[in-house]
């Protein structure tokens, strides 16, 4: 099987305004700043499942057993190929200028203690990984567009569903049409590169992150 290369079409300004993820947002939008207060003064519990996108605090989607199955083989397959001193850090926060997402992987620099004060930033965040079954439509979409105009080079759909790795490259846009350019498919039977700053440190076969 080979690897499948599409375009990944930009949205259009007629679909600009719509956001799958806001059937379960607030109406009230939060900057950063508010957002951070909220956490400090114990608005959320530690682990409630509220991340803040494009200024609106949306309610995570509840995760199956399939898409923690693969997120944990997807750990042990990245931390098998990525070389000092990169790291993947799961599903904590990634923050941006509007939002501060909670990505299933981002592949960061290390040491750990250098985010003991603040969330890795777009700067240091490489390759960002969504592993995605009932969020799939926000991950390829949504998120995407959000990840794009962070301009995070790299970025993965773990597409349990179809059981294939999505990889978005060419980031393209600044505002809310932003997105990925480029769309390469990934199914089982074919090995995906890790690309960091352009260079590719390994790879791995898609069939090691499906059960």
């Keep these: 099987m080979s690897t499948v290369t599409t ?17 379960q947002s607030t109406f009230r939008k939060f900057t950063l700043d508010e957002y951070h207060k909220l956490i400090e003064h114990g608005v959320f519990m530690d682990g409630e499942p509220y991340e803040l ?12 057993t399939p898409h923690d ?6 750990e042990e397959a990245l931390s098998r190929v990525l ?8 599903q904590k926060a990634l923050t941006l200028a509007e939002s501060e997402p909670e990505p299933d992987v981002a592949v960061v620099p290390g040491p750990r203690r250098r985010y003991g004060s603040a969330h890795p930033t777009p700067a240091e965040a490489r390759l960002v990984i969504e592993v995605s079954d009932s969020s799939l439509l926000i991950d390829r979409h949504d998120k995407g567009s959000i990840y794009a105009r962070a301009g995070i080079p790299v970025y993965w759909v773990v597409n349990v569903v179809d059981k294939l ?27 995906v590169p890790v690309v960091l700053d352009g260079n590719a440190v390994g790879s791995i076969a898609v069939s090691e992150v499906f059960s």
Excluded: Q
Excluded at 11 to 18: D, E, I, L
Excluded at 53 to 64: A, D, F, I, P, Q
Excluded at 83 to 90: A, F, G, K, L, V
């Design 69 to 74: 199955v693969s997120l944990d083989l997807l």
């Design 165 to 191: 790795i999505e990889v978005y490259t060419l980031p393209s846009g600044l505002d809310e049409t932003a997105a990925y350019t480029k769309r390469d498919d990934y199914p089982v039977g074919t090995t």
């Design 7 to 23: 375009p990944a079409t930009p949205p259009t300004p007629a679909s600009v305004p719509h956001r799958y993820y806001l059937a």
């Design 53 to 64: 996108l494009e200024g609106n605090l949306v309610h995570k989607m509840s995760r199956g």
């Design 83 to 90: 070389p000092p001193p990169w790291y993947p850090r799961s």
